[in-house]
């Protein structure tokens, strides 16, 4: 057992995608040595939520019960490793203060405290079961209704209609997009764009571009509406819908950096860490905080990607730990450290609309493949079976 005196602590904050593969890299690399790594994983939720199956979850009670998983498992029973669930309210050059006030020091920082998205995508709330409890709402009210209004052609709209329309193809479903292109990112094929059109319109789900609906009270707080609605567009065209849902939008809150400043300069800004757009952290290619040898961020709240997704998270996250330990031998050599990037990420993009069906945009192979290869890559189990393997759990 290795005395706590000397022991490296490295704290991830936040235990989701990128936060739980910067974990799994550093265990991996403390099986292999590095014995005095400590990690201290501070997370404010009780229980890891899996956003890729929320909206399986939505309209299916079974599948529900699996996209919350207990961190009981994710460390060795034994190690020195811990969980505290808490939230940073405040981070410094050595430590982090939570919003209990309690102080946690640390020899590194992994910021992975990624972003928000309308209820029934992703939760505010710290409480998994109360999270829980607005998907089952939501579901029997979506059994209840006739019809359907998704609003936003993003990812996520694209997805909730498309699940939506799978499992109740009895009911009107209509896609609202205000632009005239669904799933419209930078980097991602035209291919896929339009693919995705043509893939709803194929699934009868009524895609509405180029309308930008405002319905009272339906915010990003306030995402899900139960009332009936008829809606006019320009145009002229009504649409009718007794449950609406706001999918719109990420929001990243980093407002916990405000008090990060280097020990030698108290007079340093810190609003210049974030951008003001978007709220990520400025980092740089080995994923430091830019100024801060011993910080890290990635994942949605990071500016590393362009389009932030979990697949990006899994791919880029694991470098923080080869970097982490690159610095600690160095330390010990009294070296330089060679750090690494994590290079290049692939635009793939996967959008399940159904466990049967989906548009596939591989960028090195080709896309809009068929809903078979949709159904074997992601559509089938939404990856829960892959996020729960990450988490030791069954
Ligand atoms: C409906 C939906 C479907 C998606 N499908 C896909 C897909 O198929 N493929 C894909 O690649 N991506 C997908 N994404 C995107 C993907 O979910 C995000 O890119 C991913 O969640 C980012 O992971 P992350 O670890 O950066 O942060 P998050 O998953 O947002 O997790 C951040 C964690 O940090 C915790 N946290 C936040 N602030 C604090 C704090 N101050 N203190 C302590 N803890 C804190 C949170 O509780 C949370 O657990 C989807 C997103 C949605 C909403």
């Not at 203060?97 to 709330?125: D, H, I, M, R, W």
């Not at 493949?369 to 074997?376: D, G, Q």
Request: with cysteine.
């Amino acid at each position: 057992m290795v005395q706590t005196t000397e022991l490296v602590k490295v704290i991830v904050v936040g235990g989701s995608y990128a936060g739980v593969a910067t974990i799994q890299a550093l265990l991996s690399s403390i099986k292999s040595g590095h014995k005095n790594i400590q990690i201290i994983l501070i997370e404010k939720r009780d229980a890891r939520h899996h956003p890729i199956g929320a909206f399986r979850a939505l309209v299916d009670a079974e599948y529900a019960k699996r996209v919350w998983i207990p961190y009981t498992n994710l460390f060795p029973k034994d190690s020195h490793h811990k969980i505290i669930q808490d939230t940073v309210t405040q981070v410094h050059h050595d430590h982090v203060v939570l919003a209990s006030g309690q102080t946690v020091y640390f020899e590194y920082l992994a910021l992975c405290t990624g972003s928000s998205n309308p209820a029934p995508a992703k939760f505010t709330l710290d409480s998994s079961e109360e999270s829980m409890a607005i998907t089952n709402k939501a579901r029997e009210d979506l059994k209840k209704s006739k019809s359907a209004v998704v609003v936003g052609g993003g990812a996520s709209g694209v997805e909730l209609a498309g699940e939506i329309k799978n499992a109740f193809p009895e009911k009107k479903v209509t896609l609202i997009h205000s632009s005239q292109t669904l799933v419209d990112y930078p980097g991602y094929s035209p291919v896929l764009k339009s693919g995705a059109l043509t893939h709803l319109r194929d699934l009868g789900i009524d895609v509405v571009l180029g309308f930008q609906a405002e319905i009272e009270g339906l915010n990003f707080q306030n995402s899900i509406q139960v009332a009936p609605r008829i809606i006019v567009t320009p145009s002229g065209k009504t649409i009718e819908s007794d449950i609406q849902f706001l999918s719109v939008g990420i929001r990243v809150d980093t407002s916990y950096i405000s008090t990060l400043k280097p020990s030698t300069n108290p007079s340093f800004d810190s609003s210049t860490l974030v951008h003001s757009d978007t709220r990520q952290i400025k980092v740089q290619k080995t994923l430091q905080v830019i100024g801060f040898d011993n910080i890290f961020a990635a994942g949605d709240c990071a500016d590393y990607s362009k389009v932030p997704t979990a697949a990006a998270s899994g791919v880029i996250a694991p470098t923080i730990a080869k970097n982490i330990l690159a610095l600690e031998d160095a330390k010990r050599k009294k070296k330089t450290a060679k750090l690494s990037n994590p290079g290049w990420y692939p635009s793939v993009m996967l959008l399940a609309t159904g466990p049967e069906t989906g548009v596939t945009a591989l960028p090195l192979i080709g896309n809009r493949f068929s809903n078979s290869l949709s159904k074997a890559l992601k559509s089938k189990d939404l990856m829960i079976g892959m996020t729960n393997a990450s988490m030791n759990w069954k």
